[in-house]
């Protein structure tokens, strides 16, 4: 390791596991076809203030996130490296931070690289990374706040803690305005308790408005502006978004409180089995500044999170650049006291997690097939086999060589986060990515004058890979249910008695296009409720017919 270039390294590491797959499958459901088409619609509007999704009012989250995606499409097209690229770049800059923040910490090259290589390819973060959403944005917001908080602390000039002081404002007001208010509650959690131990609450009082007013500064443009042209968007997004998802009984994706507890554990993998030797030695030196601002930067985050109704398992992703600093600073002290056990036990365990996994893909292929027998399933088969004895070989290395090969568990989750999505079954890939069904009949839905879909995810693949808001909703509402009140909105929805008579009108204008997800006993009453005729196409749940215009 003293012979190693650390940087360039991870860069590497960054190119090869978060830019490499970006464009190589199709747009999952439900997250990424909506944020790729409300970043498009930006574009194409030129309305950068108030989101909109198909046209509707959308004011789950703020503008920043979708800001950054439309960028990405901008700039490199609208198309799958596009829409995914903001989430690689932001999670690369965390690895970033951690690199910057572990030398800080403890001035030990190895142990920089360490905490750097554990958070890339932490299971969680390696796998958001290619994923288009505003948690790897946020993330890296937060991140940077925290980072922009030690620095500010660990100053020793006044020009120094000045610039870190300002940096945290520029943080706070990025991540408030991609994910809201939590941007401002995170640091002020972690500082505050810090600042009283360290009895440097004098030193909060007299910088921290400098943040405030920078983030200020930053924020207030954007948020009288959307204001003024939506008069209601602060309210919805207060109430429905914080409040109610925080503490109301029917709050959406409600867990119960232990929820994070395991996820912590499976968000680390690889890298589990460390968790004991890393929490003993966070509690060994307890007493130390460092340890306790990374122990709160950890502890306090969780345990928000964990008192919210609401949870998902990326919420957590703040409390894990922490994590693999804690982890990072114990993993170089075992290895420098030649103390294998830990690393060879967590080795032993991944091994035994992918040998689990190849002989359950290998009983369900030969009992129910989860691949089929054209060339195409056959090649996806053996990339999943490649990413299974990838992971079974690296980890082996990992437990059979713990001091000079700990690092191997990286490749294997590299691979994992690559390759896999790839190698998806055909029923995975046709169900849970509808824009690859939309791309293989573009030419004749471009024909089309008029849009039905009676799901959102497949409705907005469809109107992000044609560019076309107007897609009307069948019998659906979801996340566009407070958009479809307003007045002007509310032709945008058809019902099942009204769909016949909807088709009718719209064939006089033009061809229709339907995209349909039939799954469930509802779907198929929805999909009986259409007339027969038109050219129609199936693929796994999802049915495309294509209306000529009536004559």
Same mark, same amino acid.
């Given at each position: 390791m003293?012979?190693?270039?650390?940087l360039p390294?991870?860069?590497?590491?960054?190119?090869?596991?978060?830019l490499l797959p970006?464009?190589?499958?199709?747009l999952?459901v439900?997250d990424?076809?909506?944020?790729?088409q409300i970043?498009?619609?930006m574009?194409t509007?030129?309305?950068?203030?108030?989101?909109h999704?198909?046209g509707?009012r959308?004011?789950e989250?703020p503008a920043?996130?979708?800001?950054?995606?439309a960028?990405?499409?901008?700039?490199f097209g609208?198309?799958l490296?596009g829409?995914?690229i903001?989430?690689?770049?932001?999670s690369?800059l965390?690895v970033?931070?951690?690199?910057?923040?572990?030398r800080r910490?403890?001035n030990?090259?190895r142990k920089?690289?360490?905490?750097?290589?554990?958070?890339?390819?932490?299971g969680l973060?390696?796998g958001?990374?290619?994923?288009?959403?505003?948690?790897?944005?946020?993330?890296f917001?937060v991140?940077?706040?925290?980072v922009?908080?030690w620095?500010?602390l660990?100053?020793?000039?006044?020009r120094?803690?000045?610039?870190?002081?300002?940096?945290l404002?520029?943080a706070?007001?990025m991540?408030?305005?991609?994910?809201?208010?939590?941007?401002?509650l995170?640091?002020?959690l972690?500082?505050v308790p810090?600042?009283l131990w360290?009895?440097r609450l004098?030193?909060l009082?007299r910088?921290?408005?400098?943040?405030?007013g920078v983030?200020?500064?930053?924020?207030?443009?954007?948020?009288?502006?959307i204001h003024?042209?939506?008069?209601?968007?602060?309210?919805f997004?207060f109430w429905h978004?914080?409040?109610r998802r925080f503490?109301?009984?029917?709050a959406?994706h409600?867990?119960?409180?232990w929820?994070?507890?395991?996820i &912590?554990v499976?968000?680390c !993998?690889?890298?589990?089995a %460390? @968790?004991?030797?890393t *929490?003993?030695?966070?509690w060994k030196?307890? /007493?130390?500044?460092a340890m306790v601002?990374?122990a709160?930067w950890?502890?306090l985050p969780?345990?928000?999170?964990?008192?919210?109704?609401?949870?998902l398992p990326t919420?957590?992703?703040?409390?894990?650049l922490?994590l693999a600093l804690?982890m990072?600073?114990?993993?170089?002290?075992?290895?420098q006291?030649r103390k294998?056990?830990a690393l060879s036990i967590?080795g032993?365990l991944?091994?035994v997690i992918g040998?689990?996994?190849?002989?359950a893909?290998i009983?369900l292929?030969l009992?129910?097939p989860?691949?089929?027998n054209?060339?195409a399933? &056959?090649?996806?088969?053996s !990339?999943?086999?490649?990413? %299974? @004895?990838?992971?079974i *070989?690296?980890?082996?290395?990992?437990a059979? /060589?713990p001091l000079?090969l700990w690092?191997?568990?990286a490749?294997?989750i590299g691979l994992l986060?690559?390759l896999l999505?790839?190698?998806m079954p055909?029923?995975v890939?046709?169900?849970e990515?509808p824009?690859q069904?939309?791309?293989e009949?573009?030419?004749?839905?471009?024909?089309?004058?008029a849009?039905?879909?009676?799901?959102l995810e497949?409705?907005?693949a469809l109107a992000?890979?044609?560019?076309?808001?107007?897609v009307?909703?069948y019998?659906?509402?979801?996340e566009?249910r407070?958009g479809?009140?307003y007045?002007?909105?509310v032709?945008?929805?058809?019902?099942l008695?009204?769909v016949?008579?909807?088709l009718a009108d719209?064939r006089?204008?033009?061809?229709?296009g339907?995209?349909?997800?039939v799954?469930s006993?509802?779907?198929?009453?929805?999909?009986?409720?259409?007339?027969?005729g038109?050219?129609?196409?199936?693929?796994g749940?999802?049915?495309?017919i294509?209306y000529?215009q009536?004559?």
């Open positions: 003293t012979r190693i270039k650390p390294l991870l860069l590497l590491a960054i190119a090869a596991f978060y970006l464009g190589l499958h199709g999952w439900p990424e076809t909506r944020y790729a970043s498009q619609e574009l509007s030129g309305n950068w203030v108030a989101p999704f198909m509707l959308y004011f989250k920043a996130g979708y800001w950054l995606i960028l990405g499409q901008a700039v609208q198309n490296f829409v995914r903001a989430s690689a770049l932001t690369g965390s970033l931070l951690a690199y910057l923040i572990a910490l403890w030990d090259p920089s690289f360490a905490c750097a290589l554990l958070y890339l390819s932490f973060v390696a958001q990374a290619s994923y288009s959403n505003l948690d790897p944005q946020f993330t917001w991140n940077l706040s925290l922009a908080l620095f500010a660990d100053s020793r000039t006044v120094a803690r000045l610039g870190a002081w300002a940096v404002g520029v706070c007001a991540g408030f305005m991609t994910k809201g208010f939590l941007a401002w995170l640091p002020v972690i500082a810090y600042m360290q009895r004098g030193e009082l910088y921290g408005p400098l943040a405030i983030a200020l500064l930053i924020c207030l443009p954007w948020v009288w502006a003024v042209q939506e008069p209601d968007y602060w309210r997004f978004e914080h409040i503490a109301s009984d029917n959406q409600a867990r119960p409180w929820f994070f507890l395991p &912590m499976v968000a !993998l690889p890298w589990s %460390l @968790l004991p030797n *929490l003993l030695k966070a030196e307890k /007493r130390q500044p601002f990374l709160l950890m502890l969780l345990g928000f999170f964990s008192l919210s109704n609401g949870k919420y957590i992703m703040p409390c894990l922490p804690l990072g600073h114990a993993l170089i002290d075992l290895i006291q294998a056990r967590n032993m991944n091994f040998m689990v996994a190849m002989v893909l009983y292929q009992t129910r989860l691949y089929g054209s060339h399933e &056959m090649f996806s088969l !990339l999943t086999f490649i990413v %299974l @004895l990838g992971w *070989l690296s980890n082996l290395l990992q059979v /060589r000079t690092a191997m568990p490749l294997g986060v690559v999505p790839v190698g055909e029923f890939a046709d169900n990515m824009d069904f939309v791309l009949h573009l030419d004749d839905l471009q024909q089309t004058q849009l039905l879909s009676n799901e497949s409705a907005s992000w890979r044609l560019n076309r808001t107007q009307t909703l019998n659906t509402e979801g566009l407070y479809l009140q007045p002007d909105s032709h945008r929805k058809v019902g008695d009204d016949q008579a909807w719209a006089k204008q033009g061809s229709v339907v995209l349909m997800r799954r006993t509802s779907e198929h009453i929805e999909e009986g409720q259409l007339p027969p038109g050219k129609r196409y199936r693929k749940d999802l049915v495309l294509l000529p009536s004559p």
